[in-house]
């Protein structure tokens, strides 16, 4: 224990030193040649023999040793050791000798050789006291730390502190930045490849609609006319940013070359599935509806790998068919030959309605989803309209749904009616 006596005081040396490291850090000079200024600084001024600087990773919960440099690095989890000790407590802990605490691991010691003795470790505290690293100094020179040390070691942490957190955030603004960038990229590389206008078909009333949320994601539709038949494209690939807005652009691209060189649905469906398998990384895929419209049988004929459900209202009876996706999304396994293409018969007044997960799954502030009975619902009261009109009730009803929760996912929606016959 500690007697209680006259507050220990830094000589002129010590301070002078102390101001002049205080200055460099703050300013903006490469803060790892700064930082490690600052063990030169405790080695030097508290006469220790070695000194060494951890820094806090919240997310992994553990401490890594940045200066000296090694490699690999030596780590510690939060509590383990006396750097984790001293990091999770926010005490200074003050040790003579190393190896007769029970706390001490000697992990640094048998990876490098080296042999600590006394051993001072200060905590590196930061904006309300947030953990941030640990200062350590071993082997002091004259014999053990004393409360002039610890002084002095704390004016250097907390220093040490303040620039490493002004690193820490201009890193993440750095980076939000690039982000920032990269999904507006996204966002435009989504936007241009949606059809400029809609494409007119004999007999057929199409609508696509898309409305983006504040990030980028993957969602694509695509309505155009090759040979004299309509190909409907609806697609989300996994994930948001630029990637997946990049993927499902590319996955439209092959497609539509594909159908230009004369290649069947089946064929195309499977090469480009089998080119995206190779290119997307295992964790990402596709959810895509793909298939042609042939307005002179009224047939739909398509593929959709992991995209549904697929809505086909009958006029007739007013009633709603579901179906669900053919085959699994696109990009995930080879395919030694298409599953044959399924085909929907277009009576007059039917609707194909394909809509993305961001309707269906829109939720209201209890967390309740928009589901699939008030799609039905809306289809059944609303058919008659142009499906241009049809799509904004679609939408109106989602967001009102809502309640005011935000948009968590894009929102797409492909409409094809065959109009009643006069």
């Known amino acids: 224990m500690r007697q209680v006596g006259k507050a220990p005081q830094l000589s002129q040396d010590a301070l002078a030193r102390i101001l002049d490291v205080t200055q460099k850090l703050a300013l903006p000079y490469d803060l790892r040649h700064l930082l490690a200024e600052v063990v030169e600084a405790g080695e030097s001024v508290l006469a220790a023999d070695k000194a060494s600087l951890w820094l806090y990773d919240a997310a992994k919960d553990d401490l890594t040793m940045e200066l000296p440099a090694f490699k690999p690095a030596p780590r510690l989890a939060a509590g ?111 936007m241009s490849t949606l059809p400029d206008q809609m494409p007119d078909v004999n007999g057929y009333d199409v609508h696509g609609h898309f409305v983006p949320t504040g990030h980028a994601g993957g969602d694509l539709f695509d309505l155009v006319v090759l040979d004299n038949r309509l190909f409907i494209l609806m697609g989300d690939a996994t994930g948001h940013g630029f990637g997946p807005a990049l993927s499902a652009t590319q996955m439209q691209a092959m497609l539509r070359v594909a159908f230009r060189c004369g ?124 499906m241009a009109e049809l799509t904004k009730q679609i939408l109106s009803a989602t967001f009102e749904h809502g309640e005011g929760v935000s948009q968590e996912d894009d929102i797409t929606l492909v409409l094809v009616k065959r109009l009643p016959e006069e």
């Open 80 to 190: 383990e050791g006396l750097v984790g000790e001293c990091l999770v407590s926010r005490e200074i802990i003050n040790v003579s000798n190393a190896y007769d605490d029970p706390r001490f691991t000697g992990a640094v010691d048998k990876a490098t050789g080296y042999k600590t003795r006394s051993v001072l470790n200060v905590p590196m505290l930061g904006w309300e006291k947030q953990p941030v690293g640990v200062l350590q100094l071993a082997n002091k020179l004259t014999g053990s730390f004393d409360e002039n040390d610890e002084l002095l070691a704390t004016a250097l942490a907390a220093q040490c502190a303040v620039a490493v957190q002004r690193m820490q955030l201009t890193e993440a603004l750095l980076l939000k930045e690039r982000l920032d960038e990269e999904v507006t990229l996204a966002r435009e590389i989504q």
């Open 263 to 386: 290649a069947s649905l089946d064929d195309a469906y499977r090469h480009v599935n089998n080119q995206l398998a190779e290119d997307l990384p295992d964790d990402r895929f596709i959810t895509a509806f793909a298939g042609f419209l042939d307005p002179v049988r009224h047939r739909i004929r398509y593929h959709s790998g992991g995209q549904g459900p697929i809505l086909h209202f009958r006029a007739a009876d007013e009633s709603c068919d579901w179906h669900r996706p053919t085959t699994f999304p696109v990009g995930i396994l080879d395919l030694d030959e298409a599953s044959e293409s399924s085909v929907l018969q277009m009576e007059p007044g039917d609707i194909l309605v394909l809509l993305s997960d961001g309707v269906y799954e829109y939720e209201s502030r209890q967390g309740v989803q928009f589901g699939e009975e008030r799609v039905a619902r809306l289809l059944k009261y609303h058919h008659r309209l142009p």
